[in-house]
């Protein structure tokens, strides 16, 4: 077996121990940290399938994280106020039920992605990262000035969203929840990333002009991996949103985007496990640092310079050394 | 007479006021491996780019099987059956060899499917029939699982050859297959072509003079955008006009 297999293993393992250990000790607290930490790695697998297997840098991934959000904030405001979401052409009412929640996330996160995806990737190289940034950009400006749904102050929900069968108040059954939903989203990645489709978006990623002379259109392969990772991206939203009940426009925000790069750049480029690593170890520096001091920013800085000067590959390069990708 | 599988009608390309092509016509016919050659600058890839659809036509058709291709992209040639290899290796360079190849056959199946995207690419046993194959007829049989950035030169132009047989085309277009090969390697890829061009004729750009003059049915000598001469490799040898232009007195021995 892989040294890397052997270590994914390991991770998920740790993932899942650490708040069933904070369960005995009654440290709700830290079974929350602990979902926060797969929520971001599930937003940060997202868009390491456009970004580590397809080279794809977006700097506008908040667009997808916070339509995911507000997908959760819009269906369960109008829930908990008893109107409608639209009356015509037909009546759509609010919901509390997470599966609803998540599936219309995801659909309109790939929607989006899809529409971004198609003009932005007629770009490349930075004019791509400009322009992706640009569409997450428009969206917070939009929320922001959107009054019906709270406008800067965003949306609080009072009661977290139901799961059939399931106390979604409960931390340990939210984890739970959020946690099985990142272990769906490695197995279907890790298919994607072995099937032809994986193959060709690789080889696409390192010599575009080969794709092309077999006979392989670049352009849709990427939009498609996009479009996927914009879902995925999005399905995080929606988690995010209802672990902390409240929606605003921060979701959008460059930052946002910039923090879910941040996660993949720690963990390891391309690698499955690289932003799962990298968001527990956010949160775990996030943690222990913002203990010390407000700008514990500045600490995450220099963790994130010595990481790409040293470790270009990540934290999970650093411990298992080179090896051939998705063999 | 047989027709000809390529037919490039009177192209014409320019960039600025630099003629790359001025008024090209060449033809490819069946089984044969019809040479270009011609000073550096002379327009030999640029000819290729165009016939391959890297690069827009000012004026001018390209036919192939018997079918206008000249509005065509890159995408829509290479699945007609234009093969191209590239004069500087264009190999994806963090696969194994393995992988490469098997990229290449997955071209040649015709894309991808909305079934494959789920199913492991590198267990499918088409697509590793097909790399298998182009891996032993190249001899790289050994390499297959070592990384392509990890290759020496002339590997790499020994995969290049391969990926072009992954796609089986009906034309091979190769853009300098022996570039930086040394003697022995270039003798072995010579003998390599020579039986290729009963599989699917070849249009060879290529420096290596003793390797043209070996392999080629017919040769046509490009200089400055324009072929002065087309003909076997005695006639081109006898040619006055091509010995000025180009081979210089001594090499035309």
Same mark, same amino acid.
């Given at each position: 077996?892989h040294?890397?297999?052997?270590?994914n293993?390991?991770?998920?393992?740790?993932?899942?121990?650490?708040p069933?250990?904070?369960?005995?000790?009654?440290?709700?607290f830290?079974?929350?940290l602990?979902?926060?930490?797969?929520?971001?790695?599930?937003? +940060?697998?997202?868009?390491?399938f456009?970004?580590?297997?397809g /080279? =794809?840098?977006? !700097?506008?991934?908040?667009a *997808? &994280? #916070?339509i995911?959000?507000?997908?959760?904030?819009?269906?369960?405001?109008?829930?908990?106020?008893?109107t409608p979401?639209?009356?015509w052409?037909?009546t759509?009412e609010?919901?509390?039920?997470m599966p609803?929640?998540w599936?219309?996330?995801i659909?309109?996160?790939?929607?989006?992605?899809?529409?971004?995806?198609?003009?932005?990737?007629r770009?490349?190289?930075?004019y791509f990262?400009?322009?992706?940034?640009?569409?997450g950009q428009?969206?917070?400006?939009?929320?922001?000035?959107?009054?019906?749904?709270?406008g800067?102050? +965003?949306?609080?929900?009072y009661?977290r969203?139901g799961?059939? /069968? =399931?106390?979604? !108040?409960?931390?340990?059954? *939210? &984890? #739970?929840i959020?946690?099985t939903?990142l272990?769906l989203v490695?197995?279907?990645?890790?298919?994607?990333?072995?099937?032809?489709?994986?193959?060709a978006l690789?080889g696409?990623?390192?010599?575009?002009?080969?794709t092309?002379?077999i006979?392989?259109?670049?352009?849709?392969?990427y939009l498609?991996?996009?479009?996927?990772?914009?879902?995925i991206?999005?399905?995080?939203?929606a988690l995010f949103?209802?672990?902390?009940?409240?929606?605003s426009?921060?979701?959008?925000?460059w930052?946002?985007?910039?923090?879910?790069?941040?996660?993949?750049?720690?963990?390891?480029?391309g690698?499955?496990?690289?932003?799962?690593?990298?968001?527990?170890?956010?949160?775990?520096?996030?943690?222990?640092?913002?203990?010390?001091s407000?700008?514990?920013?500045?600490?995450?800085?220099?963790?994130l310079?010595?990481?790409?000067?040293?470790?270009?590959?990540?934290?999970?390069?650093?411990?298992?050394?080179?090896?051939?990708?998705?063999? | 007479m047989?027709d000809?599988?390529?037919d490039?009608r009177?192209?014409?390309?320019?960039?600025?006021?630099?003629?790359?092509?001025?008024?090209?016509?060449?033809t490819?016919l069946?089984?044969?491996?019809?040479?270009?050659i011609?000073?550096?600058?002379a327009g030999?890839?640029?000819?290729i780019?165009?016939?391959?659809?890297g690069?827009k036509i000012?004026?001018?058709?390209?036919?192939?099987d018997?079918?206008d291709?000249?509005g065509?992209?890159?995408?829509?040639?290479a699945?007609l059956?234009?093969?191209?290899?590239?004069?500087?290796s264009?190999?994806a360079?963090d696969?194994?060899?393995?992988?490469?190849?098997?990229?290449?056959?997955?071209?040649?199946?015709?894309?991808?499917g909305?079934?494959?995207?789920?199913?492991p690419?590198?267990?499918?046993p088409?697509?590793l029939a097909v790399a298998?194959?182009?891996?032993?007829?190249?001899g790289?049989e050994?390499?297959?699982?070592?990384?392509?950035?990890?290759?020496s030169?002339?590997?790499?132009?020994?995969?290049?050859v391969a990926?072009?047989?992954?796609l089986?085309p009906?034309?091979f277009l190769?853009?300098?297959?022996?570039?930086?090969?040394?003697?022995?390697?270039?003798?072995?890829?010579?003998?390599?072509?020579?039986?290729?061009?009963?599989?699917?004729?070849i249009?060879?750009?290529?420096?290596?003079?003793?390797?043209?003059f070996?392999?080629?049915d017919?040769?046509?000598?490009?200089?400055?955008?324009?072929?002065?001469?087309?003909?076997t490799a005695?006639?081109?040898?006898?040619?006055?006009v091509?010995?000025?232009?180009?081979?210089?007195?001594?090499?035309?021995?």
């Open positions: 077996m040294k890397e297999t052997i270590l293993a390991c991770v998920l393992l740790g993932l899942l121990a650490v069933l250990w904070a369960l005995q000790m009654d440290e709700p830290i079974i929350t602990a979902t926060k930490a797969v929520i971001f790695a599930i937003a +940060g697998v997202g868009l390491n456009a970004l580590g297997l /080279g =794809l840098v977006s !700097l506008g991934h908040a *997808f &994280f #916070g995911g959000g507000y997908a959760m904030g819009i269906l369960a405001s109008h829930a908990q106020g008893y979401v639209i009356e052409p037909l759509i609010g919901t509390n039920s609803i929640i599936l219309v996330a659909a309109f996160s790939a929607l989006f992605a899809f529409v971004i995806g198609a003009l932005s990737l770009t490349s190289g930075v990262i400009m322009i992706t940034l640009a569409f428009m969206l917070y400006f939009f929320m922001i000035s959107w009054p019906t749904y709270g800067e102050d +965003g949306l609080v929900i009661v969203n799961f059939p /069968g =399931l106390n979604t !108040l409960d931390p340990i059954q *939210f &984890f #739970g959020c946690f939903l272990c490695l197995f279907i990645v890790s298919r994607l990333a072995q099937s032809s489709f994986g193959l690789g696409a990623r390192q010599n575009e002009e080969r092309q002379a006979g392989i259109v670049p352009y849709r392969l498609i991996a996009f479009t996927i990772s914009g879902a991206t999005g399905l995080s939203g949103a209802d672990l902390n009940r409240f929606v426009p921060t979701m959008f925000s930052q946002t985007s910039g923090e879910i790069m941040v996660f993949i750049i720690l963990g390891g480029m690698r499955l496990f690289g932003p799962v690593v990298g968001a527990a170890l956010f949160i775990l520096l996030e943690h222990l640092l913002g203990g010390l407000e700008f514990w920013h500045i600490y995450l800085g220099a963790i310079l010595g990481v790409v000067l040293f470790a270009r590959g990540g934290l999970i390069q650093l411990i298992v050394g080179r090896e051939v990708a998705h063999d | 047989t000809p599988i390529l490039v009177n192209i014409s390309k320019s960039f600025g006021a630099l003629k790359a092509s001025d008024n090209v016509s060449l490819l069946p089984g044969e491996i019809h040479a270009l011609g000073p550096n600058g030999k890839s640029t000819l780019k165009q016939v391959s659809g690069l000012d004026a001018g058709e390209v036919w192939f018997g079918a291709v000249t065509l992209s890159t995408v829509a040639r699945r059956g234009l093969g191209r290899t590239f004069q500087i264009s190999l360079m696969y194994t060899v393995l992988q490469n190849l098997v990229l290449g056959a997955l071209g040649h199946q015709g894309g991808i909305l079934a494959a995207y789920f199913r690419v590198m267990k499918d088409a697509l298998n194959g182009a891996l032993s007829q190249v790289l050994e390499f297959s699982n070592t990384r392509t950035s990890e290759l030169h002339g590997q790499r132009r020994q995969l290049e990926m072009a047989l992954t089986s009906k034309v190769m853009d300098e297959p022996m570039a930086g090969l040394g003697t022995e390697g270039s003798h072995r890829l010579t003998g390599f072509l020579d039986e290729l061009r009963h599989k699917a004729p249009l060879l750009v290529e420096h290596d003079m003793d390797a043209v070996a392999l080629a017919r040769i046509s000598v490009l200089v400055y955008g324009k072929i002065v001469a087309t003909g005695d006639e081109i040898r006898n040619d006055p091509v010995r000025t232009a180009y081979l210089g007195e001594e090499d035309a021995t």
